[in-house]
């Protein structure tokens, strides 16, 4: 075959679109044509899609000429991180093999697809098959798997970098290293936004044995991209704490009407479903052209949506990070971002999600949903102007993902020990791997591993010859069942009396409500009608105000590189009277008062601040480093303190800094001089400090359902949260006092460690700290950098409407 001839297959298509191919396309069709492996980065909306996609079809077609026999089958793998975004891949697909006369077949398969296309899909796979990583999975839990996969030429792996800080990831891993042995001239492509640690992520997809052969191919495509303050007439009627932004409707809805169609992005679907809410109230002229996308929402709905969108029946559509990624929504003229994004990259997608074709400008708004928000504003510019990126941190050595592979290649035709290690040890992930952790796997799906052999549900596979196997139907069902690594909530689905499936929500707190309790959900007004097993039957309600679901682990931290760029403004509008960034001339009235209460740190200044009042003693510490970093220092200062003072502290933090408040004198002047904030024995004081037995429980559930030790239940027929929690507590508990050394006990102790308490990044704020002067403030009032704290300790013990009043008559009494 010609690489020379498919590439002009791939020219000429470009030519008669009226395209003209940028550089890192025609690089990346050479690249794919002479066989090689690895990764394109290219911003959102740069055409990286026909990157890959279109010298596929035209190596396919050369080759047909010469070799048919080899074309039967599926030849293309294209991963995507999201269903809706097989939809935009399937449509290109089928545009360039008609274009380019190819009898190729592109097929989807997601679990969204029907079971007719599941059944035909088992015995013939198309061309290229547009996929999910947990689609995979299940496909390879199929016998007879490796007939279908025996003419393999390439796998794509679409939006690497929302896949590569995942347990996702590991699967990717996995498989890839099941297809290379099945067909070990396979092609591994990515197709990367940019990301901090770029060639770490090259290697972790590659594995470490095909890191050096691949290329990364860069696209010079300077995407411009315009950030927009949302600013009020007076930056005072801002609130100083919250998280909604609601004050600034009135400057967000303009926007709407201005532009042919609006994303507006929030953090959470709480907040979506708040906004659409309050969008439909202060404009009704909206109602039909407006509409709401989460996760939560049907799929019907969702795909009502998109496809209303990309045809521009709609004007706007209030979001979360369900519409990060996903369809090429061409008519999208801006996108409105509320609240801090928490995140450089996260800011950039979804800016990228107008202005998504080469050479179109990105314009997003920014809403600041308190007073100093304004300060992030001015700090996303500054990032994305240096390109700073967040690093995506791979999951390594992730036991629970493995032993859930291990059962699902027994559920197909087994597996020989010997073999399926070397395929392993061939990923990044699992490359170190050692002899004794393999056997103890072995061991572990067979029977139960030390602590659960007297357990027959724990005796999934068995030995036969040498080879590992599923002999038990019940056994393979419920496995089936279990695939993947996305845990969530127990959920509930939500149905209106006359039937109709609107979405779902998370068990505990739907569980709260009682019959005639109103609630907001999918944008509509409801009433509980019955609770029974895990579906809600609700009703249209009339009533105005109601609940809306909240869902669990809702807030993201501040990342590192975010943090870093907002120290920098913080003290640049300290410092200046004249600014670049109108956000720091906006927040200045602000700023002024935290220099006239207490000091506005430099870059080389750490302050704390120590208010007396009559509630008692807080104390306030910012690092700016977010609030997981934050959750962890302010455990480690508790636990300190208590070696000079023996006393009982509460603790709030945000992402800028973190209050300890006690009813006692803190003793903070006596700690500082014993060098309170030193690294020096951090990882005991950490283990000391914190509730760490809770902290691993909560990290063990997740790892027990992955790894299949729990049975989350049959589809429609979940097991409850409490269920969950209960079984998972048990064998924690077991593993804890009988198998101390389990391994699936060890992971969860390092993914507290390296995921939740982020303790790289503590050890290094705590460098930081040692080198900056240490500025202690003794306050009468909570400043504007302390006010958002106390509000958050507030809010764990009130509900919303109480809070925001309370809210208003604190910033009325310390203002």
Not at 90 to 96: P, V
Request: aromatic share 8%; charged share 25%.
């Amino acid at each position: 075959m010609s690489s020379a001839d498919a590439l002009v297959h791939c020219r000429a298509w470009f030519s008669s679109q009226g395209w003209k191919a940028f550089p890192f396309q025609i690089q990346a069709w050479s690249s794919y044509l002479n066989g090689s492996s690895g990764i394109v980065n290219a911003p959102t909306g740069s055409g990286k899609t026909y990157s890959l996609l279109l010298p596929a079809i035209a190596e396919g077609i050369e080759r047909s000429k010469t070799d048919a026999a080899s074309c039967e089958g599926v030849q293309l793998i294209w991963i995507t991180p999201i269903r809706a975004l097989a939809k935009e891949i399937n449509q290109s697909a089928e545009r360039a093999l008609f274009a380019l006369s190819s009898n190729w077949e592109v097929g989807v398969r997601t679990g969204d697809s029907t079971q007719k296309t599941k059944l035909a899909q088992k015995k013939k796979l198309p061309q290229i098959l547009i996929t999910t990583p947990e689609s995979i999975h299940v496909m390879l839990s199929n016998k007879g798997f490796d007939k279908l996969f025996k003419n393999l030429r390439a796998v794509v792996v679409d939006e690497w970098h929302e896949l590569m800080g995942s347990k996702r990831a590991v699967q990717c891993e996995l498989f890839l290293s099941k297809f290379r042995s099945l067909s070990p001239e396979m092609m591994t492509w990515g197709i990367s936004a940019t990301i901090g640690n770029m060639e770490e992520s090259v290697e972790v997809l590659m594995g470490p044995n095909q890191t050096d052969s691949s290329v990364i191919i860069k696209a010079n495509v300077q995407k411009k991209l315009m950030v927009e303050p949302v600013l009020p007439d007076e930056v005072e009627t801002l609130p100083w704490a919250g998280h909604l932004g609601i004050r600034l409707l009135d400057n967000v809805v303009p926007l709407i009407h201005e532009n042919k169609s609006t994303l507006i992005f929030t953090n959470t679907r709480a907040q979506a479903e708040i906004w659409f809410q309050q969008i439909l109230e202060t404009d009704p002229s909206l109602a039909g052209i407006i509409a709401m996308h989460h996760s939560a929402i049907s799929k019907e709905l969702r795909a009502w949506v998109e496809e209303a969108l990309y045809d521009g029946r709609l004007k706007a559509v209030v979001c979360t990070s369900s519409l990060d990624l996903g369809v090429d929504f061409r008519p999208v003229d801006c996108v409105v971002q509320i609240g801090s994004p928490k995140g450089v990259s996260r800011f950039v997608q979804r800016a990228g999600r107008s202005g998504h074709r080469p050479g179109e400008v990105s314009k997003i708004y920014f809403v600041p949903t308190h007073g100093l928000e304004l300060l992030e504003c001015a700090a996303l510019r500054k990032a994305i102007d240096t390109e700073a990126n967040e690093d995506r941190i791979p999951y390594l050595r992730s036991f629970d993902v493995l032993i859930q592979y291990l059962v699902t290649l027994a559920v197909s035709d087994g597996f020989r020990a010997t073999e399926l290690l070397q395929e392993i040890r061939a990923t990044t992930s699992f490359s170190s791997l050692s002899d004794e952790e393999w056997v103890w796997c072995l061991d572990f799906i067979v029977r139960g591993g030390e602590s659960l052999e007297g357990y027959e549900d724990f005796h999934k596979v068995v030995e036969e010859e040498g080879r590992y196997k599923v002999l038990s139907r019940k056994v393979s069902t419920r496995h089936k069942f279990n695939i993947g690594t996305i845990v969530s909530s127990t959920m509930v689905k939500v149905k209106l009396q006359k039937g109709k499936y609107l979405g779902q929500v998370e068990e505990y707190f739907i569980s709260k409500l009682i019959p005639g309790d109103a609630f907001w959900f999918a944008g509509r007004s409801l009433e509980l009608v019955r609770l029974k097993g895990i579906e809600a039957t609700v009703k249209l309600s009339k009533q105005k105000k109601g609940q809306v679901p909240s869902y669990m682990g809702g807030r993201m931290p501040l990342s590192a590189e975010l943090g870093y760029f907002l120290r920098e403004k913080i003290e640049e509008s300290a410092l200046y009277d004249t600014f670049e960034d109108p956000e720091l001339a906006a927040v200045q009235p602000i700023i002024s008062l935290q220099k006239e209460r207490s000091i506005v740190p430099t870059q080389q200044q750490f302050l704390l601040e120590y208010l007396e009042d009559h509630e008692g003693h807080h104390l306030f510490v910012y690092p700016f480093e977010g609030r997981l970093v934050h959750e962890g220092l302010a455990s480690l200062l508790s636990f300190r303190l208590g070696h000079f003072k023996k006393q009982t502290f509460s603790i709030a933090m945000n992402d800028y800094g973190f209050e300890l408040y006690s009813d006692q004198p803190i003793p903070i002047e006596e700690a500082l001089d014993s060098d309170v904030f030193s690294t020096e024995h951090l990882n005991e004081d950490l283990v000391s400090s914190l509730n760490e037995s809770e902290m691993m429980q909560r990290r063990f559930r997740d790892i027990a359902q992955i790894s299949g030790l729990v049975f989350t239940g049959y589809p429609g027929k979940n097991m409850t949260t409490k269920h969950l929690m209960n079984s998972t507590k048990l064998i924690y508990e077991v593993f804890r006092e009988y198998d101390p050394n389990n391994l699936l006990l060890r992971q969860a102790y390092e993914e507290v460690h390296e995921f939740q308490l982020e303790e790289a990044r503590m050890r290094s704020a705590l460098e930081r700290i040692a080198n900056q002067e240490t500025v202690l403030q003794k306050i009468e009032k909570p400043t504007p950098l302390a006010f958002p704290i106390l509000v958050d300790r507030l809010r764990e013990t009130m509900g919303n409407e109480t809070l925001v009043e309370r809210i208003k008559r604190m910033q009325l009494d310390f203002g």
